[in-house]
């Protein structure tokens, strides 16, 4: 199985900023396309951001479009999550796996999912 291991994740009042990190573990992240999935109490696992491995192509679900940014650092072997206007409704664990990059690249993983990341947003 790809490893990928997720951080970043805190504790953040309403409009706060946090950047996510998943990182690589036993293979190049360059050849990988790299989602980004949450799960909020009571919900199912979405997906909500992915990056394609060749050309940088990325894509948001409208609920954090214009928020959140997805990048990758491929000397670092890490794809980040960079979440601004947090708002209560983005809380959730969020986990990161290596996907298929397509119009249904959420159901196309190739990872494991990892432990996932907290992310809590609260006044």
């Not at 999935?37 to 894509?59: C, L, M, N, V, W």
């Not at 159901?107 to 992310?119: A, E, F, H, I």
């Amino acid at each position: 199985q790809l490893q990928l291991v997720e951080s970043g994740g805190d504790l953040v009042q309403p409009g706060g900023s946090l950047r996510l990190s998943c990182a690589a573990s036993g293979f190049s992240l360059v050849y990988h396309a790299i989602g980004w999935f949450r799960q909020a109490p009571g919900k199912e696992r979405e997906g909500i951001s992915a990056i394609s491995h060749s050309d940088g192509s990325t894509y948001y679900v409208d609920s954090v479009k214009d928020r959140f940014t997805i990048s990758r650092d491929n000397a670092n072997n890490t794809v980040y999550l960079q979440m601004n206007d947090l708002k209560p409704e983005d809380t959730a664990v969020y986990y990161c796996a290596a996907v298929l990059f397509g119009p249904k690249w959420y159901n196309l993983r190739l990872s494991s999912w990892g432990q996932g990341t907290q992310v809590t947003v609260s006044s």
